[in-house]
């Protein structure tokens, strides 16, 4: 008998925990804020790290890297520098360059990091994506804490699993699975923030709601006002909410590393995507991921999901809270075909999760369900009733032509 009908085969079976902690605080890098110190366990002397911080929340705060020096001063016991603070570019573009990552790892090496260092990354989600990516490669894994500092950042992409960069002209196409140590997240930061960053941060505080938690809709809903005055004890308890579904995703939904082919806390994102893409990162992504919100929700009326004054009560909720409806490039066609350019978007986004298409979808409202296929009719005319209802209600973000 050949040896191939007699395989041998032993079954490798590894299970690894995975913890950290989030931590929600204000003032991080205040000299009797403890939060640091309790969040980097050492042995042989302090914590050694390096330390890397986004352009814009510099420009905002060009004091933080003294105060971040002056903190390790007055903890000498609980933290050693061992590089920077180093600022970053912040924003998309670091997330478009496939050198910033050799050029980060070549920094971990001049600073002479190992696998038993920390990376302190300040800044926002598209920072924390790409600094996080080159710590997860660098020597497999550095052990990676982040310091989200938009409200995106830290009422979703920092407190999750993953890192990523784009290539191609494709979102997120290289990355890894990766659990930070830590998630240290300053409320104080969001202060700073640029209006369009504030608010398009709630895009991701909606799609939570919208197929998980019907009460932190009418929240959203409640809070608009104060949430269009910046008032940071409005915003703090949305971004605390919003962060621990995620979380409670992640820990109890039973794919934290996406083996399946289901997404649910990309809802709104096929779309969203792919006009990231279509509009050369000219929208940020809660911006694009409240219009694919829109999008999704008149294909949901259109697949009998959701009721008119359902879907009408959400995108009034979302324009109270200054986040666009709409843009021109859902417009876009294939030159070729005549199909709507984001119709590409769904081919895109069954690729990146692999298997079979499956997209989220409300079901009523704070419920989800799952579709398999998404005809592009449906979608011609989700875009048509989109439009035409920016033609005719306020559009607090006006395309450009
Ligand atoms: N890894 C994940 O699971 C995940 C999940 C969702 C989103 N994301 C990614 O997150 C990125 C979006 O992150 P974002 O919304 O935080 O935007 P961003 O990181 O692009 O930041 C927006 C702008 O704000 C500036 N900024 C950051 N903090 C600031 C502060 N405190 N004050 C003033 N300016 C500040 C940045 O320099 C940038 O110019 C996208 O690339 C998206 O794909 C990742
Ligand atoms: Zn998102």
Redesign the pocket.
Known sequence: MSEASHPMRYRQQLSVPFAYDVVFTRGLFAPDNLTLAESLPHADGPAKAAVFI????L???PDLPEAIEAWTRAHPEALALRGGPVAVP???AV?NDLTFVQRMTHQFQRFELDRHNYVIAV???????AV?LAAAVFHRGLRLVRV??????QN??GV?????I?LDGV??LI?TFAPPFAVLSDLE??A???DR?WF??LA?TFKVALIKDAALLDELEALAPRLVARDLDAMERMVVRCALLHLEHIRGGGDPFEFGSARPLDFGHWSAHKL?ALTHHEL???EAVAIGIALDLYLAEGLGLLGAAARERVLDAMAACRLPLWHDALLRRNGVTGALKVVEGLEEFRQHLGGRLTLTMPDGLGRKIEIHELAPERIEAAVEALKTRAQTVHNPLPAKP
């Open positions: 986004d352009q814009g929340v420009k905002r705060r912040g924003g998309e997330k800044g926002g989600g598209a920072v924390l994506d996080g989200p500092t938009t409200v995106l950042s979703d992409s999750g699993v993953k890192n990523g784009n979102k997120n990355g930061f969001l700073d923030l640029e960053d398009s941060g991701e990231e940020r992504h809660g």
